[in-house]
């Protein structure tokens, strides 16, 4: 199972929108809606902000958002906050009933 | 306080097995799956299988099927996951997450166990 793929990093400015994408397979993001997301400061356990391709767990920001077309899932965080800057992973359950991840994004808030 | 607490880090030589553990609290044990997931230095995380607390059955990633196995103790809410014939790309962060039945994703993680194989 190939990782999924997601820039290796983006750069925002605060206040501003930045979107990540994850691309994966017809065997995984196009196949179920079972797409998470998870903001991993370093040396801090990975925390998910989106479960289930656009659902946000119980106290996580709504400025977490995310959307999927196709293969390809989108996480958009808005007004960008400096707390912001960290990796964002993105997940997925397979037709193999495992679970594939992509290789993180790494944020900076300019 | 709901956490999953890990074992301390390991270090071993090619060909060994190496066990780590991951102590549930704070929940209801039985309630949900626990996932392992490792990580390399560059490479994203990788998912190794997971167990059902509940009869203990198992479901592992192809590629490590044969070399990993994951037990559970439910007396002491522990969950062990062993990886034998070690190699040094097997030099990571291991890591325990709690699995949300029905819903694919990972709600509470471990602090996750460095595992060096060096010879």
């Known amino acids: 199972q190939s990782a999924l793929t997601q820039p290796a990093s983006v750069s925002e400015s605060p206040g501003q929108s930045v979107t990540i994408s994850c691309t994966g397979t017809?065997?995984?993001?196009?196949?179920?809606?079972?797409v998470s997301w998870y903001q991993h400061h370093p040396g801090k356990a990975p925390k998910v902000i989106i479960y289930?391709?656009?659902n946000r767990p119980s106290g996580v920001s709504d400025r977490f958002s995310a959307s999927k077309s196709g293969n390809t899932a989108s996480l958009t965080i808005s007004g960008l906050l400096p707390e912001d800057e960290a990796d964002y992973l993105c997940?997925?359950?397979?037709?193999?009933?495992?679970?594939?991840f992509g290789r993180g994004t790494k944020l900076t808030v300019l | 306080q709901v956490q999953l607490v890990q074992s301390g880090a390991e270090e071993r030589r090619p060909g060994a097995s190496v066990v780590l553990s991951c102590m549930a609290s704070?929940?209801?044990?039985?309630?949900?799956?626990i996932h392992w997931v490792r990580q390399t230095p560059g490479q994203g995380p990788e998912w190794l299988g997971l167990?059902?607390?509940?009869?203990?059955?198992?479901n592992y990633a192809q590629k490590f099927r044969g070399r990993v196995s994951m037990t559970r103790d439910t007396s002491t809410t522990t969950v062990y996951m062993e990886l034998s014939s070690l190699r040094s790309e097997d030099t990571a962060v291991y890591s325990c997450?709690?699995?949300?039945?029905?819903?694919?994703?990972?709600?509470?993680w471990g602090q996750g166990t460095l595992v060096i194989v060096s010879s």
């Open positions: 997450a709690r699995g949300v039945r029905g819903l694919h994703y990972f709600d509470l």
């Open positions: 704070g929940y209801t044990f039985n309630d949900y799956y």
């Open positions: 167990i059902n607390p509940t009869g203990g059955s198992t």
């Open positions: 017809s065997n995984d993001v196009g196949r179920f809606n079972s």
């Open positions: 289930g391709v656009n």
């Open positions: 997940s997925s359950y397979t037709s193999n009933s495992s679970w594939v």
